[in-house]
């Protein structure tokens, strides 16, 4: 496996990132967010093939929000607040049933890359305090029933379920995310898990003090 240059993942750039989405007053800064989501996908590329379907996911969310920002309208998709207020008085969120729009709404898109989130702050939390003999597997299967799977059907489970036997051992996958296995990496872990709880967080506040948290 090649060394870990600048054209690999690099989670110091997770983390500058989504630094960079909390903006002041509890709202969410979209286009750092999504520069965030755009350098994890780097990380579920460099898995492996088995995980497209995973990746593929990510960019056709990630592709609706920039669509919307790139839109007539792109103005309001600047921060999470200004987005919900604007597609709230426009009637663009579907509050009670699936939508059929192409483009679905910022709301709900933005929703699903957060509910992933909690199960990213999850799996790395398992990951920073495991040893070495520890499964990735294992420990990605837990961090995802305890979060997304519920939100999953049962095909989509599975499927997961299938990509996840496909983690490498804990050296290797360490190699990937470009890290060790010393303290150092325990502590660009740490931090990073508290700073991905934190844009956790506001979004959940925001979603939950407009109602929001179950959008179809
Ligand atoms: C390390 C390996 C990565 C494991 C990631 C764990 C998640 C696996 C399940 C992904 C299933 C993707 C298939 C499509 C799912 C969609 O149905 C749902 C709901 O969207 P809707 O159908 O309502 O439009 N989509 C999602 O839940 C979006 C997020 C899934 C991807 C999260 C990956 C996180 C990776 C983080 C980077 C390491």
Redesign the pocket.
């Known amino acids: 496996r090649e060394k870990c240059d600048n054209s690999n993942f690099q989670i110091n750039r997770v983390q500058a990132a989504f630094q960079a989405s909390l903006m002041k007053n509890e709202d969410i800064l979209l286009k750092s967010y999504l520069e965030g989501w755009t350098e994890?996908?780097k990380?579920?590329d460099a898995?492996g093939t088995i995980?497209g379907?995973?990746s593929e996911?990510?960019t056709s969310?990630i592709r609706i929000l920039i669509e919307h920002q790139q839109g007539v309208h792109g103005k309001e998709y600047i921060s999470m607040r200004s987005m919900i207020n604007y597609e709230l008085k426009n009637n663009v969120v579907n509050l009670h049933e699936l939508p059929r729009d192409r483009l679905q709404s910022g709301c709900r898109t933005l929703l699903?890359?957060h509910?992933?989130l909690r199960?990213?702050q999850l799996?790395l939390d398992n990951i920073r305090t495991s040893s070495e003999n520890d499964s990735m597997s294992i420990s990605?299967a837990e961090a995802?029933e305890q979060s997304?799977a519920k939100?999953?059907?049962w095909l989509?489970r599975k499927?997961?379920g299938f990509?996840?036997l496909a983690?490498p051992a804990r050296t290797e996958f360490l190699q990937i995310l470009c890290l060790e296995g010393g303290k150092e990496t325990k502590d660009k872990l740490w931090s990073a898990v508290n700073l991905i709880e934190r844009v956790y967080n506001v979004t959940q506040g925001m979603y939950a003090q407009y109602n929001m948290l179950e959008l179809p």
């Open positions: 994890l996908q990380f579920i898995l995980f379907f995973i996911e990510v969310k699903r890359l509910r992933a199960w990213l799996f990605c995802y997304l939100y999953h059907s989509v499927a997961a990509a996840f983690l």
